[in-house]
């Protein structure tokens, strides 16, 4: 009797799958079923045992870790600002200190004076349920300040590793990158001096794991985590963001300008090569343009790379009217 098409199938499948007709029984040869039914669903069952459904919030974990240890809360004033490195960072988090009772001294870090002590002002520095609770209130203002993902990424070049790069103090943020790009263990201060490109930088990068890169040039997206938002406001907006805080709070308050890296884009020049100079052949960075540096190959990979800081900085100038063609 000639085999049928369904053992020829049978046959076929077996045969380019690797396995013998035994392995098989879900393929019938003629006359025979098609094999076992299949078992009735089982009833639902939950996933966790009665006692163990009821887990701590995230918070509970997040709040004593980098970076969200660092978010500050003022509970008289029911605010809470979420600080990203580079966005108008320093600024904030004195004007924040200051609405706390706080009032660093000229010149005293205020990074460091926030971290390394107990002030009540940061998430470390509470309990879950102090978080949890102004989280779920609706008079409290919660707000982040957002960058061009482009631009941030441009200041910290800068900052770090060309106007600063001389200063030890700098050291501990550039030094995974000065020696994976050197190739070396312990890099001398002549290293740090010679500093490396902004294609170096941004190549550097695109080859780690964003979750690994120092918070200067980690995705400002790592930052939000855990926390409801009220407020977004664009770097480039502070004006809305004073007055939404003045109206808050009932008082008028004034944002200091700190650790401006570069100029305002009516006073920046291009220089095509820049990203290709070393810090000391740069001709004052702090005035070129963004164009400068991010050459359109260039440019394309690091926007893939931040994309959803791309996305959510567009939305953001959107609602604050800061907008342009360029982006």
Same mark, same amino acid.
């Given at each position: 009797? =000639?085999?049928?098409?369904?053992?020829?199938?049978?046959?076929?499948?077996?045969?380019?799958?690797?396995?013998?007709? =035994? #392995?098989?029984?879900?393929?019938?040869?003629?006359?025979?079923?098609?094999?076992? =039914?299949?078992?009735?669903?089982?009833?639902?069952?939950?996933?966790?045992?009665?006692?163990?459904? &009821?887990?701590?919030?995230?918070?509970?974990?997040?709040?004593?870790?980098?970076?969200?240890?660092?978010?500050?809360? +003022?509970?008289?004033?029911?605010?809470?600002?979420?600080?990203?490195?580079? %966005? &108008?960072?320093?600024?904030?988090? *004195?004007? +924040?200190?200051?609405? @706390?009772?706080?009032?660093?001294?000229? @010149?005293?870090?205020? !990074?460091?004076?926030?971290?390394? %002590?107990?002030?009540?002002?940061?998430?470390?520095?509470?309990?879950?349920?102090?978080?949890? *609770?102004?989280?779920?209130?609706?008079?409290?203002?919660?707000?982040?300040?957002?960058? #061009?993902?482009?631009?941030?990424?441009?200041?910290?070049? +800068?900052?770090?590793?060309?106007? %600063?790069?001389?200063?030890?103090?700098?050291?501990?943020?550039?030094?995974? +990158?000065?020696?994976? /790009?050197?190739?070396?263990?312990?890099?001398?201060?002549? #290293?740090?001096?010679?500093?490396? $490109?902004?294609?170096?930088?941004?190549?550097?990068?695109?080859? !780690?794991?964003?979750?690994?890169?120092?918070?200067?040039?980690?995705?400002? $997206?790592?930052?939000? @985590?855990?926390?409801?938002?009220?407020?977004?406001?664009? /770097?480039?907006?502070? #004006?809305?963001?004073?007055?939404?805080?003045?109206?808050?709070? @009932?008082?008028?308050?004034?944002?200091?300008?700190? %650790?401006?890296?570069?100029?305002?884009? $009516?006073?920046?020049?291009?220089?095509?090569?820049?990203?290709?100079?070393?810090?000391?052949?740069?001709?004052?960075?702090?005035?070129?343009?963004?164009?400068?540096?991010?050459?359109?190959?260039?440019? &394309?990979?690091?926007?893939?790379?931040?994309?959803?800081?791309?996305?959510?900085?567009?939305?953001?100038?959107?609602?604050?009217?800061?907008?342009?063609?360029?982006?």
């Amino acid at each position: 009797m =000639a085999t049928s098409w369904i053992g020829k199938l049978r046959d076929s499948l077996t045969s380019a799958s690797g396995t013998s007709p =035994a #392995d098989d029984s879900l393929i019938a040869r003629d006359g025979e079923s098609a094999g076992p =039914a299949l078992d009735t669903p089982k009833p639902f069952a939950p996933r966790y045992p009665k006692g163990e459904r &009821a887990k701590p919030p995230f918070i509970d974990w997040s709040r004593t870790r980098s970076p969200t240890a660092q978010a500050m809360i +003022v509970d008289q004033l029911k605010l809470i600002y979420l600080p990203i490195a580079k %966005n &108008a960072c320093s600024s904030t988090k *004195r004007l +924040v200190a200051s609405l @706390g009772g706080l009032t660093p001294e000229n @010149g005293q870090d205020i !990074h460091y004076m926030l971290d390394k %002590n107990n002030t009540g002002l940061q998430f470390k520095d509470r309990k879950t349920e102090d978080l949890t *609770r102004a989280f779920a209130a609706r008079d409290w203002m919660r707000f982040i300040i957002f960058r #061009d993902p482009m631009d941030r990424l441009v200041s910290a070049y +800068v900052e770090k590793f060309v106007n %600063n790069r001389t200063y030890p103090d700098q050291w501990a943020t550039c030094r995974h +990158v000065i020696e994976t /790009v050197f190739e070396k263990r312990d890099p001398t201060p002549e #290293d740090y001096a010679h500093g490396v $490109t902004f294609r170096e930088f941004a190549e550097y990068i695109l080859a !780690h794991d964003p979750q690994q890169l120092d918070s200067h040039w980690q995705p400002q $997206t790592f930052y939000m @985590g855990h926390v409801p938002l009220t407020h977004m406001y664009d /770097v480039k907006a502070l #004006d809305q963001f004073e007055q939404d805080l003045r109206d808050h709070i @009932g008082a008028d308050i004034t944002l200091p300008r700190m %650790n401006v890296s570069r100029e305002t884009e $009516t006073d920046l020049t291009d220089l095509p090569t820049a990203v290709d100079l070393l810090p000391a052949d740069l001709p004052d960075a702090k005035s070129l343009s963004l164009h400068s540096f991010l050459p359109e190959d260039l440019r &394309a990979r690091l926007m893939e790379f931040y994309a959803a800081d791309v996305s959510i900085y567009r939305q953001i100038q959107r609602a604050s009217g800061t907008a342009t063609d360029a982006k």
